[in-house]
Structure formats: C-alpha cells, structure tokens
C-alpha cells in the first residue's frame, strides 16, 4: 500500500469516522501520531463533513463574455412578499450575488401589493435569507447578507397598475444609472431587465401589459420569468398564451418548471447520449419498462384549497414527472442549435404519445392513519369546495405510451403521490431479461437490470446489476454500478434548481425552460384526459402508506417486474483501508 505519508491525492474527498481510524490503526505498521499526521496533510478531518468547495468562477462559466455581464442588470421580483419569493427567488438571488455571477452593480427590487418601506423589506428579507437552506448550507452566501441587500429596494403597488409601475421603472432607471456614475461608457451600455413572476397566474396578463406599457428596458432586452401553473386546462393556457404573446415575443418569456434545474435533470441528457454503452440499448428491443416516480410522504397541509382546484394530474405530472420523461425518451438533438432542438425533441415526443387511457389509471386519497390527519381534515377545504375535494386525488398511477419507432410497446409508468410511505424522486428504466445465458447459472436466472436517476432524495445515477456472490459461492446476487454525489463529489457546489434556471433566464438559456408548444401539446393530451376521470371517486390510502394497493398489482400488467430481495441504499464510506486501497 505505501506509507501513509504518500496517500494518493483522490483520499481528501474521504471524511472518516472513529471506528474507520480503529481500523487502519490495526493494520498500519505506525504509530497514530504519524497516521494522524498523513492524514493531516492530506486534508483528511477526522468526523467531520467534507468542506465545502468553491463555487467556479463566473470567468470559468464564460460569464464574463456575455452582454449582460458589463450592462445595465435589473431583476424586478413580483409577488416579492409571498412564500415562493421568500424560501426560493430571493435566496437563489443571494446564492448568484455571493459566487459574484451576478455582477455586483446590479439591481434587485421587490415588488408587491403590501405597503413598506425599502427598509421595512430589508429587514423582512434579512431574517427570510438567514433561514433559507443557501445560507445553511453555505457560510460564504450567509456572510453576503448585508452586502446583498444594499442592493435591494422596494416598490409597492397593484401588479396591473401603470402607475405603480411607472414608479417602478422611474426606481429602476436611477438605479441602473447610479452604479455606472463613474463610467464614461455608461449611457452606452445596453439594460437588462429581468421580471420574475412569483405571482398567481390570474394576474400574469395584467402585470405584463403595465410592465410592456412603461417598464421595458429603453435601450436593452427585457425577459419574463414566469413561474407554474400555465393554465388549469387546455382554455385557460391558450388564453394566458395569447395574452402574453400579443405583448412579448416567444424568445422573452421564460416558462420556469423548477424540476428542470434539478441536477440530475439537467444531467440525464448527458448520460443517454453522451454514454456509448447506454443510448444503443434505449429502446423497446431493450427496455422493458420505464417508471418516473414522485412520493412525498407529507399531505397537503394546510393548502387543500389550493390542491382542491389543481389534484396531484395538475399540480405535478401534467409538468414536473411530464417533463422528466419527456428527456428520458426524446430523440437526440442536434449540433447545430442546442437550445432549440432540445425543445423541438420534447415537442416531437409529445406530439408522439397516444391519448391516454383512463383504464390504466389508478386514482387514490390518503385518510388519516397513524395520528396523521386525512385530506379531508385539511382546515383549509372550505365547505363550499367539500364535494370537489372529495374526488380531488392525492395519489394517480397512469400509463405513457409513445408511438414512435423507439418506443412502441414500451410503457411509461407515471406514479406521483403525498402522504406516502417515503420521499422520493426518480425515474427508473428497466431492462428486459439478458437472453442466450443457457445453464451458465443454472437454475438461476439473472434479475433485471435498472438504470436509476435519482432526483431526491440525495443524487444519484445508478446500474442495477446482476453478479456473482462474494467468496466461494456461485449464486447470483443484485448489485449496483454506483455514483451517489454525496460520496464521489463530497462538499461540491451544486447550486438549487431555483438559482440556476434564474441564472439561465438571465443569460438567455432557453432549453431548460417550456416553449410554447410544448405547453399546448401537454394540455392537448391532460384536458380531455381529465375531464374523463372528473367524476371517479379515488380510492382511499392511510397516511404513510405506499398508495392504494391496485397500483403495485398493476405495475407488472404493464411490464415491470418487481424485484425481490433488493433495495438500494445510499452507499456510505466503506472501511479506512479498502478506501484508501482502491482509491
């Protein structure tokens, strides 16, 4: 192995516990002071959480060649006192000011109906930011605090009214005026105005008229960043769509579905195509089914109301698990523009599925269980709305078919629900059966493979894998090919969807948002789906549950096959000496 001076440079990612240093104390021919020394140098603390990396720069991301970078920046946030803005958008701001991907001339404004002050706001966000998991997790982003709310300013006012967005765009002139006093190129440099809609989508329409009347950048580009839901139905998206495209072109609105940012969303891609060994298998000669799953194992709690008008279809399949399995089975896209044809894939995909079939469907409504109360019980169901919550669904199992050469025959297997057994997010591609293995196992017949992205919780890419047992046994065990970011990228920067898919709003990044027709193709193929299953009555599931037991008894009528006997654990760090052996 080496003497323990000369431990290979890879062993700083490791973080060992007591019983890890037992353990090479028993098989090191040295003494702990000179182990503890080695270990030392090599940047090894003993039981404690691997330190946090630097973030790269904005120079190593290509930021500083782009427009914006050396203009006017403003991004205005609209709804700047609700929940969204306040556990999200602004901390995602904060995260891009402190790495300085944001430059630090910019301008940052909320706006909302409540009346304050600018300092009132500050103070607001002050102890909003400190508890936000940016500032948790990173103590160079908290230490930015003050620093980032000097940049910070209020306007309040209806999001309809001109006026008030007079005000605003008379705020936002000065400042982007005033960061630039000293630069003789200042008039010159073209505005960047950034609006975020953190607002409900019934005022989309009359805050982008005010905005398109008086707040448009005079001598730059102006983007709306709008956040879900786009529409309850097929109706309701086409008329927000014509309201916002008789104002603002294609290529200034920026539909956000925050799951696109998550880091293994952003990465599947990466793995179909950019994997030699992968993208031939992806397909109905290989594939024998695919399941994209999001459990929550929390209710509603206290936004039944809310959920009562929207119901699991709506509030996450028809966008979020629609959105993974659109990049899980989309044609590759072209060379020549990225951006565009990752879009012109996902619409051609949808444009490919059948209408889907209400008798694949498995609809469910936890009840209480376990001390926990049921839907139902949620304080927040008027009277008025009891019926509709009483066929609202917490818990849908729905089947995806894809007409095309790829993917005929192959079922797509979508299941969201809350108040599950656990939390969880993932898509699972499973292979069919290896063939041609003849008596080499004997009775034995190796299980299926599963290529897993696992969203949440804790990242991670995985390969099922059939192997042999350990020792002097033949028998065949499941094993897994695994990278778990929090073991192979310990302390990484890996900023929340939020901050990256602003920061690409802001550079003008298109693919990870929703185009148009995209939006229209989903409700295309939801609306009249939805209105068949309006009336069903869902079936009831405790609280805690894995979902109505229908659902599990369906899953190999469709083609996947469960697998007994294994389940997947996030690895954790092996013994001090293999570690230190193999790496």
Known sequence: ?????SLPPQATQVSFSKADFEELLHVVDTSQKNVKEALGKAGI???????QQPAPSAASIGLEQEAWRSGKLSVTVLGATGDLAKKETFPALLDLF??????????????ARKSMTTEDFRAYLSEALAKSHVCQDM????DSIPAFLKKVHYCAGAYDSVEAMTELDKLLTVEEERFHLDDNDAPKKQSFRIFYFAIPPFVFQGAAKAIKEVAMAKDGSTRLIIEKPFGHDLTSAQELQEGLSALFKEEEIYRMDHFLGYEICQNILSVRFGNQFLEPLMNNKHVAAVR???KEDFGTEGRGGYFTKYGIIRDVIQNHLLQMLCLVAMERPGDMDWEADVRDRKVELLKAMEPFDPSSVVLGQYVGAKGKPGYLEDDSITEADRDMA??????CQMVVRINNERWQGVNFIVRAGKAIDECKCEIRVQFKEAE???KLFGEQYPARNELVLRVSPGEAIYMKMSVKSPGLSKQLMQSEMDLSYSVRYPGIYCPSAYTRLILAGIRGQSESFVRDDELMRSWELFTPFLEKIADWQPKPYPYGSRGPAVADEALELYGYQKPEGYCWRPPHQPPALTRLMTR
């Open 436 to 438: 041609g293995c003849g």
């Open 390 to 395: 009483k066929k609202c669904p917490t818990f």
């Open 45 to 51: 603390a003993l039981g404690e959480a691997p330190k």
């Open 98 to 111: 402190a790495h300085d991907y944001l430059q630090h001339e910019a301008v940052i404004v909320g706006f």
């Open 1 to 5: 192995m080496g003497s323990a001076a």
């Open 292 to 294: 994209v799953t999001l």
């Open 139 to 142: 103590p160079e982003v908290r």
